[in-house]
Every structure is written in C-alpha cells, then in structure tokens.
C-alpha cells in the first residue's frame, strides 16, 4: 500500500531574530524577544507603537515587505517538484493594493506574485484569519491522505502595516510593552513580521525525491462557532471542537501528546478561552503549554508556522522552551506554563490557533522514522 502520512520535509523562516530558524529557537530558549518602536509608518497617534520587525525586510518600501520574504523563501522552495501546490496562508495578501479600486483581491495577487518568484506553476489562498495556517495543514492532511495531492508548500509573508496596526489600536488590543501571555500582567499583543515556509509530501512521494521527514501531520482540525466578529468565544467551545476533532484523526487521546503550542495572544479573553479549552482535554495534571508570540509577536496568518517551525525543533531536540514574558501566570495556568526549560517526554505537539469570526485550527504533529 502507497504511504500517504503527510511528511513535513523543510522549512525556513525570516523575522525579527534573522533568517533561518535557529536564530528564533535560540532566542526562545534564551527568553528573548525583540519587540522595538515601529517607525515604517506614521505613529504619532498611538501611544505605543512597538513591534517585532524583520530587520531589512522593508528596505525596498513598505509594500515591497512580501517579495523581500518569498525571495528569501524562493532557496527552500527549488528543493520541491515544480508541481507542488502553493498554499498561500493570508489575513489580506498585498495590503498596500487595498485601496486601488483597479486591483483584484490582494491575496490573489500576492498569491500570483509567490508562483512567480517561487517558480511554481499551481497555488490556492487559505484566508482563515490568524488560523490561516493550521487550517492549510488541516486541508493539506486531508488532500494528501486522500491521493488528490503529494506535495504542496505552505508560506506566510504578513508584516506590520499601518492598516493592520491601526485596526488593533483600535480594538485595544495592543499592549503596552511586553507580551505576557498566560499571564495575569497581560494587557494585549505586540505585532511581528514574518516571511515563513514548509514544505509538505506524501511519504511515498518524500521518499522518491529523497527527501527526509522532518515529522510528520498526524490529525488535524477545524471549527467555526461564529460567536463574535472579533472576540472568542468565552467557554472555548469552537476551540474544544477543533482539537476534539484533530484528535479523532489522528486516533489519538489527550494522554498522546507531550505537549501545546497554544495560540497564546496575550489578550485578556483569547487566553483565558484556551486555558478552559486545554482544561477540557487536560485539567489540573496539566500539559506543557508555550506561546511562541511572546519572543516573536503575533505574525497574524504566518503564526501557525511560526509554531509549526518551533514544534519541530521541539521534537528534534527533546527540549520545551521556557515561556517569555512570564510575571505571575493565571492560577488555571500552573501546571502548563513554565519559565524553565523542561523535556518534551512525547514527541507529539498539538498547534492550535483562534482567529476573527470565530475560527479555530489545531494540527497535531509527530516525530517520525523516515
């Protein structure tokens, strides 16, 4: 029988810590982040203006921001048959097209913009708002399982811009300095830019090309509870959906998995909604817990590779890196969140991400033998 398990075979990343991922593990490991004032744009009218910027991505100009990434990108993505997909993971695509009444959807162009660099010939947009990512892996698991596809790439190219800014600001969502997510300090999130990219294959197919696995999708999951526009459901019901259901595909149990990357914004209703979804699944034993977006900020559609590219490093090293911006965690947070750096004791990670209206994503990923 054809070996169909979704294969993650390379990634790369460029953000605030540089390009590859090492920078970012290290920083992490460290309890490092790298939030600095944004001057891209005019921010006399916010009382804060910080960020996590990719140093040099905007040297070109602003809207330049997404070619700067997938040029970068464009070394990882030759190692694929020109016939892998792209998936192009996308809050708005090519932002500063938004008010050109002579222009097509932004993502659509930005989408035709990543083919042409990447020298791909076939691509789809996924815009789930910040669940944009693990929505695509759910998608992908689904289609490669399946034998419609056997070998797609997965890219995130979103950056801080005055609109995406200003539309935080104005939800009072941004917080005033450092992130503290799972935290009772917590007072919003910061915004990172991030041009990121993983490479997806048939098992059978990796093996052809000779390309190793670096892990592999073994379930995944995705709801829509439409609760609020902006705001997550309270109870995390649509969350619990969602890992209920990367859970049945995989035929895993909540005791299967060693450990949660969780969306972990820094908000105040985001990250007490995933604590009652993880205490749903795994109670007061708990399980450890990371949010990546305290080092790198929340990079919007790209967060879900942000974690995917950390999970994988987790599996590969055994190790958990210590939560960043931790003062005094939420009591529903002990026996989750850690300042330390503690063992990964499965080599099994759920991602799991939230997004405006209401969506919800969880990946499960696991080490695997190639």
């Given amino acids: 029988m054809i070996d169909r398990t979704p294969w993650i075979v390379d990634c ?40 996590a910027i990719a140093e040099g991505a905007d040297a070109r100009g602003i809207e330049h921001i997404p070619e700067v990434f997938l040029e970068y990108l464009a070394c990882a993505a030759k190692k694929m048959p020109d016939d892998a997909e792209v998936i192009l993971a996308s809050t708005i695509g090519l932002i500063d097209q938004l008010d050109n009444p002579e222009n097509r959807c932004t993502s659509d162009l930005l989408l035709e913009r990543a083919l042409k660099i990447l020298n791909k010939k076939t691509g789809r947009v996924i815009s789930a708002a910040c669940a944009s990512v ?36 104005t939800l009072r969502a941004l917080a005033s300095g450092t992130v503290h997510p799972y935290d009772k300090t917590r007072d919003g999130l910061q915004l990172g830019d991030s041009g990121a990219l993983v490479s997806v294959c048939a098992a059978y197919k990796a093996r052809e090309l000779g390309l190793k696995p670096r892990a592999a999708i073994a379930g995944a999951g995705c709801s829509c509870d439409a609760y609020h526009i902006t705001a997550p459901n309270p109870n995390g019901d649509g969350l619990i959906q ?10 895993l149990t909540p005791q299967d998995i060693g450990a949660v990357i ?18 749903h699944f795994f109670g007061t034993q708990g399980i450890p817990l990371l949010s990546v977006k305290g080092n790198t900020g929340h990079t919007l559609a790209g967060a879900g590779l942000m974690q995917m590219l950390v999970a994988l490093k987790m599996i590969e090293t055994g190790m958990i890196p210590p939560q960043n911006g931790i003062v005094s965690p939420e009591p529903e947070a002990e026996h ?7 063992r990964l004791s499965i080599p099994r990670v759920l991602c799991m991400n939230s997004g405006f209206g209401g969506l919800n994503a969880a990946v499960i990923v696991e080490g695997v033998q190639g």
């Fill in 12 to 51: 790369d990343l460029y953000n605030t810590f540089g390009k590859g991922v090492e920078p970012t593990w290290e920083a992490m490991l460290a309890q490092k982040d790298h939030f600095t004032e944004c001057n891209r744009f005019h921010n006399e009218r916010f009382h804060h203006c910080y960020a």
């Fill in 134 to 169: 693990n929505t695509s892996f759910a998608s992908l698991n689904h289609l490669i399982r399946r034998g419609n596809l056997d070998s797609a790439i997965v890219i995130g190219t979103d950056y801080v811009s005055e609109f995406i800014y200003s539309g935080f600001s």
């Fill in 242 to 251: 969602a890992i209920q259901a990367a859970l049945h595909s995989a035929g």
């Fill in 262 to 279: 969780g969306h972990g914004t820094g908000t105040l209703y985001n990250d007490s909604m995933e604590l009652k979804a993880l205490h």
């Fill in 336 to 342: 989750y969140v850690s300042t330390e750096v503690r």
